[in-house]
């Protein structure tokens, strides 16, 4: 690990503590390699809602062939079939995200309005595969939860066109509160909030640290 930032070192050793499997890549370019090494050609898999996915190649691997691929994204589905494909991913052989945030101490925090995605994350699929842009490591849970609030929220209700206070003004409206406090809009995307830590079955979680910056 000798070439690694000192930031990404201390978390995959952190992340390896905590029974997760971590490693990193350099380049985004490199990410749909690091992931097809951690899937077997057939494997049923599933996505959450991510544009690091996109920005990385994963989800063009996905759709390559080599799997069966449950595409929430796929043209022409209904919403009552895309909740239908949320509902099979906890069966899937792996699910594929990012996170919101990981610590330096090898936690990972993610924050969802539907929640199909922290869900999957805490229970139902066989192996959780996280992609993970080097800007979303900080060092503590508090500094996670202002990431989100100031970062993460605010674009991805933006790319959502979601109704919200951090959407139009581009933070949370509880930035100087306690984690859950925010708008009160039916259209809030901060409703379940989830913090990974000390694993009980090893390497079920398995995250890939980028040394550029993807997503949000």
Do not use: W
Request: charged share 20%; with cysteine; aromatic share 6%.
């Amino acid at each position: 690990m000798a070439d690694m930032p000192a930031n990404v070192r201390t978390t995959i050793t952190a992340l390896q503590r905590n029974n997760m499997y971590a490693a990193y890549v350099e380049t985004a370019k490199e990410v749909p390699a690091a992931v097809a090494a951690l899937l077997h050609e057939g494997d049923t898999v599933a996505v959450g809602g991510s544009v690091t996915l996109n920005e990385t190649g994963v989800t063009e691997l996905l759709r390559s062939g080599a799997y069966r691929f449950l595409d929430r994204n796929k043209e022409g589905l209904t919403r009552d079939e895309v909740e239908e494909i949320f509902r099979q991913s906890f069966f899937a052989d792996a699910y594929l995200c990012s996170a919101n945030a990981v610590t330096l101490r090898g936690e990972l925090y993610n924050v969802d309005g539907n929640s199909n995605r922290i869900a999957a994350i805490a229970y139902g699929p066989k192996s959780v595969i996280l992609v993970v842009g080097i800007q979303k490591l900080v060092p503590d849970l508090e500094a996670a939860i202002q990431r989100v609030k100031t970062v993460t929220a605010p674009k991805n209700a933006m790319r959502l066109s979601c109704a919200t206070f951090c959407a139009e003004n581009g933070t949370c409206a509880g930035t100087e509160g306690g984690m859950t406090l925010g708008c009160g809009t039916d259209a809030r995307i901060c409703c379940n909030y989830l913090v990974s830590a000390k694993q009980r079955h090893k390497d079920r979680i398995k995250v890939i640290l980028v040394g550029e910056e993807v997503g949000y």
